[in-house]
T-cell receptor
Framework: AQSVTQLGSHVSVSEGALVLLRCNYS??????LFWYVQYPNQGLQLLLK??????LVKGINGFEAEFKKSETSFHLTKPSAHMSDAAEYFC???????????FGAGTRLTVKP | DTGVSQDPRHKITKRGQNVTFRCDPI?????LYWYRQTLGQGPEFLTY????????KSRLLSDRFSAERPKGSFSTLEIQRTEQGDSAMYLC???????????FGQGTRLTVV
């Protein structure tokens, strides 16, 4: 079974600073990896996903993530934080048979002016 | 609206009552998932369907919980004899086959008083 660990339940950055949200996964088979964002009182929205191919994945709103198999990581980054990026971010993993998807506990991103 | 819809959005019930939630997935999606999310936690997997078949159930899904997906279209999640610990956001998601991203509904927030 797959699992995800998100390091840091809360990350705070200044506007314009680098955003780095950490995600490590565990999977006995090649994984599919996802980052979702959840704004207050809204459903989960997909930011980006890795399935196969290029390990650096670009998503919406300037976010990107790199799949590093040797480190079992899929960290989410954005070069310059914007106030509107403040939200909860969830990393998720599923197997390539597209079976159940498991989420990390989430990281709340706060952006200071 | 062609997204995943959940009904109701909010439900307040007295302890011991039964409640039923409905999820209408995106029509061409054959996989449907139910998750539970409590404050400060990531979505916890409950169960998923491929078409009308319920393929996996989490240990979190006690015998008070039952889910159905008749005809492989909409799904219902029923909780019998609700307890205060059942208070949470119940999320539904649907997706297609290999590599398909999951689309989430906005959830049903259950409060058991």
């Amino acid at each position: 079974a797959q699992s995800v660990t998100q390091l840091g339940s809360h990350v705070s950055v200044s506007e314009g600073a680098l955003v780095l949200l950490r995600c490590n996964y565990s999977s006995s088979v090649p994984p599919y990896l996802f980052w979702y964002v959840q704004y207050p009182n809204q459903g989960l929205q997909l930011l980006l996903k890795y399935t196969t191919g290029a390990t650096l994945v670009k998503g919406i709103n300037g976010f990107e993530a790199e799949f590093k198999k040797s480190e079992t990581s899929f960290h989410l980054t954005k070069p310059s934080a914007h106030m509107s990026d403040a939200a909860e971010y969830f990393c998720a993993v599923s197997d390539q048979n597209n079976n159940d998807m498991r989420f990390g506990a989430g990281t709340r991103l706060t952006v200071k002016p | 609206d062609t997204g995943v819809s959940q009904d109701p959005r909010h439900k307040i019930t007295k302890r011991g009552q039964n409640v039923t939630f409905r999820c209408d997935p995106i029509s061409e999606h054959n996989r449907l998932y139910w998750y539970r999310q409590t404050l400060g936690q990531g979505p916890e997997f409950l169960t998923y369907f491929q078409n009308e078949a319920q393929l996996e159930k989490s240990r979190l899904l006690s015998d008070r919980f039952s889910a159905e997906r008749p005809k492989g279209s909409f799904s219902t999640l029923e909780i019998q004899r609700t307890e205060q610990g059942d208070s949470a956001m119940y999320l539904c998601a649907s997706r297609t086959g290999t590599g398909g991203r999951a689309f989430f509904g906005q959830g049903t927030r259950l409060t058991v008083v």
